[in-house]
């Protein structure tokens, strides 16, 4: 038997892992204690590795309707189907969807991004486009680019906020968490405070110190409130200046106006001596907040 050090590619997290293979079988998965970021943490899907690789209900052959066919056959078919596509409906009627399993590709998407182009289709669809595109526009807008996501790092942060995710289950999702369960404990213990914002009592909200268990849908009536708030402590509003493009900030708190804690109150149905409390953790730790979002949040109209 041997071992070949790798990384988890279940989820974005990509836990560092120790494979033992014998006589080409993957017998066994396990945390890498080397690894600086996963520090031998996986999860159950990690460790189930070599069931999903060896499942009998792998594809490992070109299938065309039902049948095993060879690569040729299988491409000249497809060959077909899209020009008979294009030829009717235009080249956006050829759409391509790239899953999670193509994330850790790079080779992959630099190669399906050129064939989309040479194929004249703007039908371009990702996982992320279902469910967490505002998070690759948020990162455009503050860094420059949608795939710079910002990473968290608790040994700077002493307010994290969760809302509307639960990364002790999911791991996190653009800000992708390994082992999450010590990391969130390890904060704490430096002195962070740890706030979920959920309509549910989650995993991660029974970690949490605080626990907003607002209504369904009323997160943005309560966040609206807290950057009204803040536009009043002459540190955020200067910072958010110099940030911003001309007029940007000044339009921003004519539309959080109309939203007040009271507002808040009885929109989220939390009691406003809770709400207080975030606000002031928000202003005594500026510079030192976190916040991850969820595709509650982000796959929300508003």
């Keep these: 038997m041997s071992e070949h050090l790798s990384f988890c590619r279940i989820c974005a997290a990509a836990c560092g892992i120790v494979v033992t293979v014998d006589e080409g079988q993957v017998v066994k998965v396990r945390g890498d204690a080397e690894h600086p970021v996963s520090r031998g943490y996986t999860c159950e899907k990690g460790r189930a590795l070599p069931q999903w690789h060896h499942s009998r209900n792998r ?11 060879g690569w040729d056959e299988v491409l000249d078919d497809l060959a077909t189907i899209i020009d008979e596509a294009k030829s009717s409906d235009g080249a956006d009627s050829v759409g391509l969807y790239l899953a999670t399993g193509l994330a850790y590709d790079s080779a992959g998407q630099v190669a399906c991004g050129m064939w989309m182009g040479s194929v004249g289709s703007a039908s371009f669809y990702t996982a992320a486009t279902v469910d967490n595109a505002p998070v690759l526009v948020a990162a455009e807008a503050v860094a420059g680019h949608p795939m710079l996501n910002p990473v968290w790092e608790p040994q700077h942060s002493r307010l ?8 002790v289950v999911s791991h996190g999702y653009g800000t992708t968490l ?15 405070q740890i706030w979920t914002i959920d309509p549910r009592r989650t995993e991660s909200a029974a970690l949490s110190d605080n626990h907003l268990q607002l209504r369904p849908g009323s997160d943005v009536i309560l966040l609206a409130a807290l950057v009204r708030e803040l536009f009043a402590d002459e540190r955020c509003r200067d910072a958010l200046a110099s940030t911003c493009h001309d007029g940007d900030s000044d339009r921003l708190a004519r539309a959080v106006l109309p939203f007040s804690l009271e507002a808040a109150e009885i929109a989220t149905g939390c009691s406003r001596e809770l709400i207080d409390e975030l606000l ?12 991850f979002c969820g595709t509650g949040t982000t796959m929300a109209t508003d």
């Design 280 to 291: 002031a953790q928000l202003r005594s730790n500026y510079g030192r907040v976190a916040m």
């Design 59 to 69: 594809l490992n052959h070109p299938r065309l309707r039902g049948k095993v066919a």
């Design 160 to 167: 994290l906020i969760l809302l509307a995710t639960n990364p």
């Design 178 to 192: 390994a082992d999450p369960v010590r990391r969130l404990r390890e904060n704490q213990a430096l002195g962070g």
